[in-house]
Structures are given as structure tokens and as C-alpha cells.
């Protein structure tokens, strides 16, 4: 991996991770000004700050580097998003319902994309201190240990993850997909983080994972660390994934075909 200044840029990552995820972490709890985007989708003012924290962190560091941010979208060297440059995909609090409601489920993801590839991902929960990251290539590690996916071969003992869109009620499919894994699988449970989800993934806590109307910016950084852990990233299909272009479904590889097949019905 290419050096910048001398400092690695995955420890670059971790540490901006770190640094606004203890912002999210002091300010967890306290009355909080929320706002809404949509219907259902909420801001904080802790996602604000920290998106803030971040983007004054790359534009130091790296102000040759295009980023694109859940609230504040894509901006680079003459807010060009080129193909051939360096773009960190980030969200600045992935659970932002979560962390509005009090519930201790949300992270700080960031992704960092050359040539249209993921090459660093991290994926930081500053309630139990647990930081997730990946370099492609290099593998994938749960607070500098290695982490590999699950050995579970069968969908019927396996644990399984989704979440639901914010315009779920207007996704029928989705319905049916989720009674369909429900009726199949040992468990499946919904957090509301999916940067946090595909971790778990990563990390053998999931067997797998599925979910429709994702961003760029919940996907970036957990679907490489889903990769470097040893499990398969897809779409719905089985068709190579781009994290532009949801739904994604994310598994040990080892029950990757059977959630294909129960999303098929």
C-alpha cells in the first residue's frame, strides 16, 4: 500500500476512526439536536461533527484525495470523482437512529477507493473499543488480531443479519425475503448498523448478511473486511458487487449459494 507523507495509510484511517468515534462516544447519551433528511432518515449533530473531524483530517493530510461523506456528499480537487484517484467513501455515525435513541448499536466506517477499487477499510464501535480493519491483501484484524469468517456449511445453523431500508414499507420483497431467511436460517437478527453488521460478518459473529437500499458509504470499508476475512460479497444474483449499486449480500462463503437460492423465491 502506497505511503502518503510517510504514514501509512491504513494507520492513518484507524487513527481518524478512533479520534471521531470518541467524539460520538462523549456525546453519547446527552440530549442531542436531530433533524430529518426524509420521512425517516434522521442527522444528528454528532454525525455532523464527526463528518467534520474526519474531512478536515483528509483535507490535511491528504488534500489531493476526493471524499465522499453521508451529509456533506462528494467533494475533491475541483469536485472531480475520477476513476483513476483516491476517494475516501466515510459515514460519519452509521446508526445515526440508534445512536438518536440511546441504543448502544453504531460505528464510524471509512473506506478509502482507488481506481474504483476498495483498498482500506475500518470500521471503529467506540462503546465496546472494538476497531476492524482491512487492507487489501493483507487481510482483516479485530484490534490488530487476524479475524477469519465463520465455518458454519449450513444455512440452518446459521446466524444471519439484515436491516431495513428506510422505504421498507414501499419494498414488498423484502417481506418475503426476510420471512423466507427467517423460516431457514438458525437466527436472524437486525441492529441497524450495517457497517457494524458486516464487521460481525468479518469476525465469524454473523454467517451472513443481506440487505437492499444501502449507500456507498455503509458498504466501502465492511465489504473489504468481509473479503479480507475470507468470505464472499455479492449482489442478490451472485453477480460481482458495487457498492454504488445495492442490494448486497455478504457470507462465509461456506452458505453463500443457499442464501442465493432463498432469495430467489
Not at 87 to 94: A, V, Y
Not at 99 to 111: D, L, Q, R
Not at 210 to 219: M, N, S, T
Amino acid at each position: 500500500m502506497a505511503e502518503v507523507k510517510g504514514i501509512r495509510v491504513l494507520n492513518f484511517a484507524i487513527q481518524t476512526a478512533r479520534d471521531a468515534g470518541r467524539l460520538l462516544a462523549e456525546r453519547f447519551g446527552r440530549t442531542l439536536e436531530v433533524t430529518n433528511k426524509g420521512e425517516l432518515d434522521l442527522v444528528t449533530e454528532s454525525d455532523l461533527a464527526s463528518e467534520r473531524l474526519i474531512i478536515e483530517r483528509i483535507k490535511t493530510y491528504h488534500p489531493r484525495h476526493a471524499i465522499l461523506a453521508e451529509e456533506s456528499g462528494a467533494s475533491g480537487p475541483a469536485d472531480r470523482a475520477g476513476q483513476d484517484e483516491w476517494r475516501w467513501i466515510i459515514d460519519p455515525l452509521d446508526g445515526t437512529t440508534n445512536y438518536a435513541h440511546g441504543y448502544p448499536c453504531f460505528c464510524v466506517s471509512i473506506g478509502l477507493e482507488h481506481k474504483g477499487r476498495i483498498e482500506i477499510g475500518v470500521v471503529y464501535d467506540p462503546l465496546r473499543d472494538e476497531l476492524f480493519s482491512a487492507e487489501r491483501g493483507e487481510g482483516a484484524s479485530l484490534n490488530g488480531r487476524r479475524i477469519n469468517v465463520s465455518p458454519v456449511d449450513n444455512l440452518a445453523g446459521a446466524l444471519l443479519c439484515t436491516g431495513f431500508p428506510y422505504d421498507v414499507r414501499e419494498r414488498s420483497e423484502f417481506a418475503r425475503h426476510f420471512a423466507n431467511f427467517i423460516m431457514n436460517a438458525q437466527g436472524v437478527r437486525r441492529d441497524g448498523a450495517a457497517a457494524l453488521d458486516l464487521a460481525y460478518v468479518a469476525c465469524g459473529r454473523f454467517d451472513g448478511f443481506w440487505e437492499e437500499g444501502l449507500k456507498p458509504w455503509d458498504v466501502a470499508a465492511g465489504s473489504l473486511l468481509v473479503e479480507e476475512a475470507g468470505g464472499r460479497v455479492s449482489k442478490y444474483d451472485g453477480g460481482a458487487l458495487s457498492i454504488y449499486t445495492p442490494p448486497i449480500m455478504a457470507s462465509n462463503g461456506l452458505v453463500h449459494e443457499q442464501m442465493m437460492r432463498v432469495l430467489a423465491v
